[in-house]
């Protein structure tokens, strides 16, 4: 248990519609990372929020978004849902973010994944 | 940009024999960190080693170690007697040592572990 937690585990969910994926990341942890893992691939990095700030952004499809809230939890959105985005979605979390905090290897956390499956 | 590559996406192994997974990379940077991660049916991430790149010592951990060859741009895992629990994805990923979400991740090996 790596202390991350997602919620839901699965999603089934129609073409069109919106979705909302949860991540609490770990006591204490100020990042959180999210990420895509379409099936049998490797994970493809969407977005970090750090103290409630985004960071940066990978391959992040405009109709997706995320924010971290006050307590540090953060949220996935996903709007006008396709096939293509059925996927195993990943959230992660890390003690630091950039700057002179930064840890040697500043290890990513993972949590146990959302199945998001569109029909 | 940083890509890594996983040459081989099956492997077998018989129970408590040995087993190398290749990985390589390409970057122009020289400080970055390099991971391996196990995917079990389970589908949770789980590191299982890491290696500086500017630490010349391989790292071990435990029946993992790996074998980082820097000028090659290669890092790969060596799994001991091999157990039926080892059975999962493995998947190599790099992250620059000056941005630290920047985590690149190949495309995966899955192991089979054969009793």
């Known amino acids: 248990d790596s202390g991350v937690t997602q919620t839901p585990k699965h999603l089934i969910t129609a073409t069109g519609q919106r979705v909302t994926l949860r991540c609490s990341p770990r006591s204490g942890d100020l990042s959180v990372y999210w990420y895509q893992q379409s099936l049998d691939q490797g994970l493809q990095f969407l977005i970090h929020y750090y103290n409630g700030e985004e960071r940066a952004k990978g391959n992040i499809l405009e109709r997706f978004s995320a924010q971290q809230f006050p307590d540090l939890h953060s949220e996935l959105n996903l709007s006008s849902l396709e096939l293509g985005d059925s996927a195993l979605y990943f959230c992660?979390?890390?003690?630091?973010?950039?700057?002179?905090?930064?840890?040697?290897?500043?290890?990513?956390?993972f949590g146990p994944g959302t199945r998001l499956t569109v029909l | 940009a940083q890509t890594v590559t996983q040459s081989q996406p099956e492997m077998s192994v018989q129970e408590a024999e040995t087993v190398t997974l290749s990985c390589t990379y390409d970057t122009s940077e020289s400080d970055y960190y390099l991971f391996w991660y196990k995917q079990p049916p389970s589908r949770q991430m789980i590191l299982v080693i890491r290696?500086?790149?500017?630490?010349?010592q391989n790292a071990t951990e435990n029946r993992f170690s790996v074998n980082f060859q820097k000028a090659a741009k290669s890092f790969s895992l060596k799994i001991s007697d091999s157990q039926l629990g080892d059975a999962a994805m493995y998947f190599c990923?790099?992250?620059?040592?000056?941005?630290?979400?920047?985590?690149?991740f190949g495309a995966g090996t899955r192991l089979t572990v054969k009793p």
């Open positions: 290696q500086e790149a500017y630490k010349q």
């Open positions: 992660a979390s890390s003690v630091a973010g950039q700057g002179a905090i930064f840890s040697s290897y500043n290890e990513q956390f």
């Open positions: 990923a790099y992250r620059s040592g000056r941005s630290e979400f920047d985590m690149r």
